[in-house]
Every structure is written in structure tokens, then in C-alpha cells.
């Protein structure tokens, strides 16, 4: 069993950076590791992914070129660092792994965290 556990979420301002931090409690060599976010009102979406072996990433165009995915092998954690926030970025962030087919449906993945609040003001 796969435990996910997300901390790092808060309140911000237009402009700022966070960084979310997914810890997992059991890496297997060929797992994928996502970020998804839910906004009020809205549909739980993709937001950015990698694998965990070769490094791949991928990001929804919402966030490209403002949020990056990456590893801490030394801590077993998936990280997103999000810069430049905005408040169309508040949202519930959870990290979720191993997909059983498109990277980008919610209903493949058999992980899911709890999840972690963040919240841009303008």
C-alpha cells in the first residue's frame, strides 16, 4: 500500500511562489507521480507529472513555464515548486501515482493524497 501525504499549501499573494512537497511512503522503480488541483466549482484537473525512473515530465498549459515537478530521492518526496502564482491557482492540490492509463484522467490513478490548500489573493 502507497501512502501519499501533501503538506506545503498556505496563502499567498499574486506574484509569489510555494512549494509543495508529496511524501511518499513506498517508491517502486517504474511508478508515475502527478499533482492534480480541484478549484472551487470545478472538475479535479491535471496539472504537471513525471516518472519517477527516467524523469519525464509533463505540465497542463495552465501552469507551464511557471510550476515545476521534480524528485528528492533522499526523501522520497514529489515536489511542485509553483512561481508567479495566480488567483485563478487557488485550488486543493493533491498528489496522486501510479496511472493505469492516461496520465491525465483522475480515474486511473490508484494513489491519491489528501490533499493541500492553496490560496492566491490579488
Known amino acids: 500500500q502507497v501512502q501519499l501525504t501533501e503538506s506545503g499549501g498556505g496563502l499567498v499573494q499574486t506574484g509569489d511562489s510555494l512549494r509543495l512537497e508529496c511524501e511518499v511512503s513506498?517508491?517502486?522503480?517504474?511508478?508515475?507521480m502527478a499533482w492534480f488541483r480541484q478549484r472551487p466549482g470545478k472538475a479535479r484537473e491535471f496539472v504537471a507529472g513525471?516518472?519517477?525512473?527516467?524523469?519525464?515530465?509533463h505540465y497542463s498549459d495552465s501552469v507551464k513555464g511557471r510550476f515545476t515537478i521534480l524528485k528528492d530521492n533522499a526523501k522520497t518526496t514529489v515536489n511542485l515548486q509553483m512561481n508567479n502564482l495566480k488567483p485563478e491557482d487557488t485550488a486543493v492540490y493533491y498528489c496522486a501515482a501510479n496511472p493505469s492509463d492516461s496520465i491525465y484522467r483522475t480515474s486511473g490513478y490508484e494513489y491519491w493524497g489528501q490533499g493541500t490548500q492553496v490560496a492566491v489573493s490579488s
Open positions: 513506498k517508491v517502486r522503480f517504474k511508478d508515475y
Open positions: 513525471m516518472s519517477w525512473e527516467g524523469g519525464r515530465t
